[in-house]
T-cell receptor, first 112, second 114 residues
């Protein structure tokens, strides 16, 4: 069965530190990959997505992610985090038949 | 003003009662989804529907039922058979095209079973 793993459950960083959140998926076919963010008290919203082409994808608010097919990974990165990046981050994959699976989420806390 | 609405925002029910959560979208999306969100477990897929009058079980469908009689609506019933129904429930919809296939989420319904 397809699955998505986010190994970091809670990450705590200082402002201006660099960020990398891990995401691995298990599915051998063609996938579309997503990162969503949920700010405190707000809806889930899309950060970025990959469906084909350049494996380095840039999203909103300075985030980017790299699709590495050989590693089944789609890690999220940001060179310098801000206090306003405090949120929960979810990786998701669509494989076949419109089924979308989410990872367990990573809570990011930024120290001012 | 397009979007997804879920009602009510908070819902309380007694144990043993069925309860139906509403989800409506005016985005003209074909696909709709129900997830439950529990701390530390992310979003788990309950049911999804790719088209009117058709739906499939997700990973945790036991104790839930859905219907898709209209494109705009995808109500979720939490039955008395669901062993742990207290949770935050999220509805989403998606336009089923490769370049526009991200999901849009509603604000959620927090269900508490007393």
């Amino acid at each position: 069965a397809q699955s998505v793993s986010q190994h970091n459950h809670h990450v705590i960083l200082s402002e201006a530190a660099s960020l990398e959140l891990g995401c691995n998926y298990s599915y051998g076919g063609t996938v579309n990959l997503f990162w969503y963010v949920q700010y405190p008290g707000q809806h889930l919203q899309l950060l970025l997505k990959y469906f084909s082409g350049d494996p380095l994808v840039k999203g909103i608010k300075g985030f980017e992610a790299e699709f590495i097919k050989s590693k089944f990974s789609f890690n999220l990165r940001k060179p310098s985090v801000q206090w306003s990046d405090t949120a929960e981050y979810f990786c998701a994959v669509i494989s076949s038949a419109s089924k979308i699976i989410f990872g367990s989420g990573t809570r990011l806390s930024i120290r001012p | 003003d397009g979007g997804i609405t879920q009602s009510p925002k908070y819902l309380f029910r007694k144990e043993g009662q069925n309860v139906t959560l509403s989800c409506e979208q005016n985005l003209n999306h074909d696909a709709m989804y129900w997830y439950r969100q529990d701390p530390g477990q992310g979003l788990r897929l309950i049911y999804y529907s790719q088209i009117v009058n058709d739906f499939q079980k997700g990973d945790i469908a036991e104790g839930y039922s859905v219907s898709r009689e209209k494109k705009e609506s995808f109500p979720l019933t939490v039955t008395s058979a669901q062993k742990n129904p207290t949770a935050f429930y999220l509805c989403a919809s998606r336009e089923d095209r490769v370049e526009k296939n991200e999901q849009f989420f509603g604000p959620g319904t927090r269900l508490t079973v007393l």
